[in-house]
């Protein structure tokens, strides 16, 4: 059932990112049919989200766009099982995260979910299981989504101990390998900090 899911949320992300690649290449779908020999129901359907693309099939399209293949569909490993490492949880809290929300403030920022990654010192599958609902950011991630998305914590996620935009600005600043309890005991240093000067 699981993995069913992820595959379906797999293909959504797939079809998001075809349709990304080809708006911002200028390319019709009959474009890349003939660049890549590929009949255009076929592109179609992928561009649609209304099945997977078999490997052969995007090696092709990818090539044509200039793209790694799993710029196009992220399980594209070959060298480890992306579902089964997708299904795999961490011990990530449990948020009442808006997976919504930041599926919405993709698309309209045109990032890729690598790019999304990159921006916040995190692996790709990171963001995967963040927008396949297996995991939820840590407060800090979250913090760092709102800020680089320029947007509320609580846009994103119920957290029951707000964060201020000072914090928010210094959890921005702060080493990506701090752990959740560095990160609150900083917090707690600074706002004493902050208590003590008034």
Do not use: C
């Not at 993995?3 to 079809?15: E, F, G, N, P, R």
Request: proline share 6%; aromatic share 4%; hydrophobic share 40%.
């Amino acid at each position: 059932m699981m993995k069913d899911k992820l595959k379906q949320s797999v293909i959504a992300i797939t079809s998001a990112n075809l349709k990304r690649l080809l708006f911002n290449q200028k390319l019709t779908q009959r474009e890349l049919s003939a660049l890549t020999g590929i009949p255009i129901p076929s592109i179609n359907r992928y561009y649609l989200g209304n099945g997977a693309i078999p490997q052969n099939n995007l090696i092709k399209i990818a090539k044509a766009l200039h793209v790694n293949p799993n710029e196009i569909d992220p399980s594209y490993q070959p060298t480890q099982d992306f579902l089964a490492n997708l299904a795999k949880k961490t011990d990530d809290p449990e948020l009442n995260f808006r997976i919504d929300s930041l599926k919405q403030l993709i698309q309209a920022s045109n990032l890729s979910v690598k790019e999304l990654a990159d921006k916040l010192n995190l692996k790709p599958i990171t963001v995967y299981k963040w927008l396949a609902g297996v995991n939820t950011p840590t407060q800090e991630n979250i913090a760092k989504l709102a800020a680089l998305f320029n947007v509320s914590v609580e846009s994103l996620a119920d957290i029951s101990t707000n964060l201020t935009p000072q914090q928010t600005k210094i959890l921005n600043v702060l080493p990506t390998d701090l752990t959740d309890q560095q990160t609150d005991l900083i917090i707690s240093l600074i706002k004493s900090v902050l208590e003590n000067a008034n």
